[in-house]
């Protein structure tokens, strides 16, 4: 199937379930193992993250293809547009556009929203380094998504992510009071429970497909 | 003399970047169904490592400590994007099974945590050390997981098969779960045999 005639529901709802970015694709490991060890700081990255992943992705969009992506400047007086290649440039934009998204956000809540700012403002500099922001943007590239596919992978993923922290963290919590080996205390369990988890996330394998 | 090789032989096995500090291990699941992959992931984190290295602690002189973050974030992206590139001209096919991954090592928190950990505050050649060799501690863990994927998933190695014909490969190695539990596992057996005196 052509990716570009996948309707954004469908990429929503692949993006949660099927092809989840932490649970398939393994992005976003390292903040995923670190902070599953409480279920409020899980709470809270996974809204950072819903809410970065969201608008960032749009904005990515269209820069991208508005400014960066071949012939998108085409418009230009002398061929310019013909014979400049931005598209190298792609990857230190979205870097840019993803740190300056969350520090302008950070600067916004601290001015308008106190209580908003004491529950995410610990996530919000941690997001520019997950790279489970920076690898939607680069999958939204690389299939060729059209703007709304976009927003909704950014915003499915970004739920993905949510879902799989959340139900990591409950289990974690339930994991202290049991006695696993001393060398797998930690990472290694963590690492083993996300694989079953991910086990039964192939479950929903059959529900949509979008690739 | 014997100071520069620890500085080169700690992040390789005492403090390996994946296992100690648990920091680029995204990749490490992403990439290791192939051996090839692992190979050439591991080549370019450990380029851009040592170049980064480099770069940094060259800069050290003129660039302020405020917007030290944002110029080795600079530094990191350019190098991975030379890479992509060279990636893209010479071996598309790699580059496009790689899809997402090469540029994603500008995110690897191993090249930022070494930048700001080591390079910032050594000379040139001791960061160009621990740039290798921490591209070289991550590069064998991904060989180790490749290894133990391809052939037991595949029954192949490097494109060369290993398992008699007719067995059956255990696919599910190749699948995201088999990622997890082996790396879960080797993370066990590196645990069990550090603490052994």
Redesign the interface.
């Known amino acids: 199937m052509n990716p570009g005639d996948i309707s954004p529901v469908t990429i929503l709802i692949a993006a949660i379930f099927t092809n989840n970015i932490l649970?398939?694709?393994?992005?976003?490991?390292?903040s995923f193992?670190?902070l599953s060890r409480r279920l409020d700081t899980a709470v809270g990255m996974g809204l950072a993250v819903t809410f970065v992943s969201t608008f960032t992705t749009a904005l990515n969009w269209v820069i991208y293809h508005r400014v960066l992506a071949r012939g998108a400047l085409s418009w230009l007086p002398g061929g310019l547009g013909d014979r400049v290649q931005l598209e190298?440039?792609a990857?230190?934009v979205f870097?840019a556009v993803i740190?300056a998204f969350v520090q302008v956000v950070e600067m916004i809540l601290e001015r308008f929203s106190p209580a908003m700012h004491q529950a995410l403002g610990l996530f919000l500099p941690l997001i520019t380094?997950?790279?489970a922001i920076?690898?939607v943007a680069?999958?939204m590239v690389?299939r060729g998504y059209g703007f709304f596919q976009a927003v909704a992978y950014g915003f499915g993923s970004g739920l993905g992510w949510l879902l799989a922290v959340l139900l990591m963290a409950g289990l974690r919590r339930r994991l202290r009071f049991s006695t696993v080996?001393?060398?797998?205390e930690g990472?290694?369990?963590?690492?083993?429970v996300?694989?079953?988890m991910?086990?039964a996330f192939?479950a929903f394998a059959g529900m949509v497909r979008i690739q | 003399m014997s100071r520069h090789l620890a500085t080169l032989v700690t992040p390789i096995w005492k403090e390996n970047p994946i296992f100690f500090h648990v920091l680029g291990i995204c990749s490490a699941l992403a990439v290791t169904t192939r051996v090839s992959n692992a190979l050439v992931m591991g080549a370019a984190v450990t380029c851009t490592a040592a170049a980064t290295g480099v770069f940094v602690s060259l800069l050290r002189p003129v660039v302020h400590r405020s917007v030290r973050l944002v110029v080795e974030m600079l530094v990191i992206a350019t190098f991975v994007i030379l890479f992509d590139l060279m990636l893209k001209a010479f071996w598309y096919d790699m580059s496009r099974q790689l899809g997402p991954y090469v540029g994603l090592i500008v995110t690897n928190c191993i090249l930022l945590g070494r930048a700001e950990a080591f390079a910032l505050k050594n000379p040139v050649f001791p960061s160009l050390l621990d740039g290798l060799g921490s591209g070289l501690g991550y590069t064998w863990v991904l060989l180790v997981v490749a290894v133990f994927r391809e052939s037991l998933g595949a029954g192949t190695l490097l494109g060369f098969r290993v398992l008699p014909e007719g067995a059956a490969p255990a696919q599910a190695l190749f699948l995201p779960p088999g990622a997890f539990f082996l790396m879960g596992l080797l993370v066990w057996g590196l645990h069990a045999v550090r603490r052994r005196p």
């Open positions: 649970l398939s694709h393994y992005l976003g490991m390292c193992i670190a190298i440039f990857l230190i870097i740190a380094v997950n790279c920076l690898g680069l999958f690389i080996p001393r060398g797998l990472v290694g369990i963590t690492l083993i996300t694989g079953i991910a086990m192939m």
